[in-house]
């Protein structure tokens, strides 16, 4: 099967480039020293998984207990569930481990921490540590960080497994001296928290860091113990805008069909709109605005110098351009594929990859794994 | 089941609501004198479809023709796909023709024209008008319409079933004398198309209009045959926001768990981000900007004065408040309801909706058909 025979809208992923994105994250974790544990909630998907762990000791992050009995599904057991437990999530949590998971959950709060030492099922537990991103976590130099270790090392079904920062606020930064600053206080933030565990006589076997832009422009994790970046398998369009990648990076698309010309207007319609791109308007922000994708030649996956999909109806996008559209390069019928601005958002709409090898051959289908 | 015992985040549907919108949206267009043709791409369910068409002539709209299908497959068979179609896609439209749908489909454009006159298949087709929106469409009074109009009634196995309107530009309306107004252009301009076609001989027996904000403020809508309205059915804050409903019409919304407090910063973290509540922010455009939408108490559906979630990340939404926000009444595990900017993109990442009566008892499961 080729590109041109699938319905559109269709998720195309870019195995060449995805291949390399994974070893390129891989070698770059190991000279850095510290283990990557890739984050699964952009692909959610276990071939990807099965590429990103190459090389790798075999432990990822998951966004959602869904994706965490998807992979455990799949053979992988070592998982990280990085969103802050909810209380009435601890069933589900600990069938999972019922069922072979090793799975570790995260918390930031004495409430939460006292309903999983309450609990009295087994689990691993990090706190939370926040680094500057003011979303989750403790401070590191705050009392709250000790009384929650204690609340969790107290109770004997509880493993206290360590401390995990994510630098969010890596994503506001403009350059790369900014995202290296923020990568350092990532790694100092989680490890000043590990060092007070350590020194009040807790456990502090793992100090887990990470997101894309820290884990690319970090130059130094001592201290840590692995990463968690995710968005890098994929990449997409705000990674591109804020350098941490190239526009040649980028392994995931949506293969679209140009349904309506309107020369009058400069602009085309395609088959793509927010349900197939999605919503997301990240590079609003940036000095280059994407509208909603970059819109690209269907066979080679490059971009047609100033095509952007500029209006995101339901199921249309009006692709509008700096320049004078060539109409009769892109006839009613033609497929274009969109490069988004948020890989994780954009696939989230989509059952299943179409995988290709930088070619317009579908050489496979890979299925993801959606909801909660 | 109570709305307590769901896994969070899970999407709900307050039916009573619902049902109040669909028989306000039935009364309102059999007293303006037009069918009421429901569009289910927001619903994209079998059980809502049956609410939105008691009362009514059994016709529906569509998006994909995946809803086509799935409708199809529940008993209805006056489908309309109200988006241009590909060329590419004539073979399945042409299969659901043969399992028994009395499917039409649009163009606007003589290429599509000629592809549908050439696919050999019996095809039903409308031709799409532009009524000021500037997405699809040829304009109702120049050559364009007649010239398509005749290629399709010039093929054996075209039905020729006459034009289409949709004024999307009334979301751009901040007032009801100019929703007035842009219906009053739908109208019109439709009528105009119908007109055309016939003082040139050509068949048009359908003259078909519709959006939720005409349809609402339509004053008028003679001449046009049946009206599409589609978000009606649940609303959303958008809606809300630009006068077409209230906050207590709005029947969707999303469940979710606290699962962090930021008393220094006034925020609330819950487990909804932006794949649970979606990445729209058309409510930016507004006097009140929703963020990514307001929470509300869980049992109740009812706003906390105040609160919406300002931030959302993938699976976290970041909720602020113009006011001290009362942690104590929202501890780590309550649960909350958070109303959507944009039903249609909200909805889309659940596979089914819980189904409450106005109150916390989840009374049914309707599942949804998502994807093309």
New interface residues.
């Given amino acids: 099967m080729d590109l041109d025979d699938l319905?559109?809208?269709?998720l195309v992923l870019d195995r060449r480039v995805l291949a390399a994105n994974t070893r390129a994250m891989t070698a770059r974790m190991r000279r850095l020293g510290v283990s990557l544990r890739p984050h699964l909630?952009t692909a959610k998907s276990a071939e990807v998984a099965r590429l990103a762990l190459e090389g790798n000791f075999g432990g990822i992050t998951v966004?959602?207990?869904c994706e965490a009995a998807y992979f455990l599904d799949h053979g992988i057991t070592d998982i990280l569930y990085a969103?802050?437990?909810?209380?009435?999530?601890l069933d589900?949590a600990a069938a999972l481990g019922d069922q072979g998971a090793d799975l570790k959950i995260i918390t930031?709060?004495a409430?939460?921490a006292q309903?999983i030492a309450a609990h009295g099922a087994a689990h691993t537990v990090l706190i939370e540590v926040d680094v500057g991103d003011?979303?989750?976590g403790v401070v590191p130099d705050g009392p709250e960080l000790l009384e929650i270790a204690r609340i969790l090392d107290g109770a004997s079904t509880v493993t206290l497994a360590g401390v995990l920062a994510h630098a969010?606020h890596s994503y506001e930064c403009r350059s790369d001296e900014a995202m290296a600053a923020v990568a350092e206080d990532e790694r100092a933030g989680a490890v000043m928290a590990a060092e007070r565990l350590l020194a009040a006589g807790l456990p502090c076997p793992m100090v887990s860091v990470g997101s894309t832009p820290t884990a690319v422009f970090a130059r130094d994790l001592g201290g840590a113990t692995e990463a968690r970046p995710g968005v890098y398998m994929f990449y997409d369009l705000f990674q591109a805008g804020i350098g941490v990648c190239g526009l040649d990076d980028i392994a995931l698309s949506v293969l679209a069909?140009?349904?309506?010309?309107?020369r009058d207007?400069n602009?085309l319609?395609v088959?793509a709109g927010?349900?197939?791109l999605?919503?997301?308007?990240s590079t609003a922000a940036l000095p280059e605005d994407r509208g909603f994708g970059l819109v690209c030649d269907a066979a080679s996956g490059r971009p047609y110098p100033g095509l952007r999909v500029r209006?995101a109806?339901?199921?249309?996008g009006?692709v509008a351009a700096d320049r004078p559209i060539d109409f009769d390069a892109l006839?009613?019928?033609a497929k274009v594929r969109v490069l988004p601005n948020?890989a994780?958002?954009t696939a989230?709409?989509?059952?299943a990859y179409n995988v290709v090898d930088s070619g317009a051959e579908v050489v496979a289908s890979w299925p993801r794994c959606?909801?909660?």
Same sequence: chains 1, 2.
């Fill in positions: 319905p559109t809208p269709a909630k966004s959602t207990l969103v802050g437990m909810a209380p009435a999530k589900r930031d709060n409430y939460a309903a003011k979303r989750g969010g069909t140009v349904i309506g010309h309107r207007d602009t319609l088959d927010g349900l197939a999605s919503k997301d308007r209006t109806y339901q199921e249309h009006i006839p009613i019928g948020h994780c958002m989230a709409a989509y059952e959606n909801g909660w």
